[in-house]
Structures are given as structure tokens and as C-alpha cells.
């Protein structure tokens, strides 16, 4: 069952894998995203409300169309640096003595 999206104005269906939307850049955006495994209606919704989460769109539902939630961040920075000691931060803090 093919799954509806809003997003800045224009709807686009999620169905087998393949995004279809009237505006080229919206869907080539989601086209990007877009996940071939998601082959069941379930994982077609789970998709569809993650690419509309991401743009900050809404989804339709039997209710009717309701806002997408924003999808947890996939990088965070304590991922990447690792958090510093309040003692050793300061742009001449490698020229400190150290205790």
C-alpha cells in the first residue's frame, strides 16, 4: 500500500521502493533517501516517516495528515571528538604544566 508524504507543499508516494512526487527536485531529495528493502506496507510507513521527518513534512494517516517526528541524529559530536576536561581547555592549554 503506497504511503503519502507532504513536504514543502507537494505530496509524494512512497510504493515499492520508489518515490513518485510532480516536483523533480523533491523527488530526486527522496529518491536519495529512498530504501529498496522496504518491500512490506509496514517498512513502506516506517521509510515514508523518515524521510518526511527528515525534511520536516508531514504524513498522511487515517486521521489525516499529521507532522512526522524529527528521526534521531545518526552522528553525534561526542561520536566524533571526545569531550575535554574543563582543566585542559584554552587555545595554550598544551603549554600548561601538567600535575
Given at each position: ?13 512512497f ?9 523533480d527536485?523533491l ?25 518526511a521527518?527528515?525534511f ?16 534521531e ?6 561520536d566524533?571528538a571526545?569531550?575535554?576536561r ?14
Amino acid at each position: 500500500m503506497p504511503v503519502r508524504i507532504r513536504i514543502y507543499g507537494h505530496e509524494a508516494t512512497f510504493a515499492g521502493g520508489q518515490w513518485t512526487c510532480a516536483d523533480d527536485s523533491l523527488q530526486a531529495m527522496l529518491q536519495a533517501l529512498a530504501d529498496p528493502r522496504a518491500t512490506t506496507p509496514e517498512q513502506e510507513h516506517v521509510h515514508a516517516l523518515y524521510a518526511a521527518g527528515r525534511f520536516g513534512g508531514l504524513i498522511a494517516t487515517p486521521q489525516g495528515w499529521e507532522a512526522a517526528p524529527h528521526p534521531e541524529a545518526e552522528i553525534r559530536m561526542e561520536d566524533i571528538a571526545p569531550t575535554r576536561r574543563p582543566e585542559q581547555s584554552g587555545w595554550l592549554s598544551f603549554l600548561k604544566r601538567k600535575r
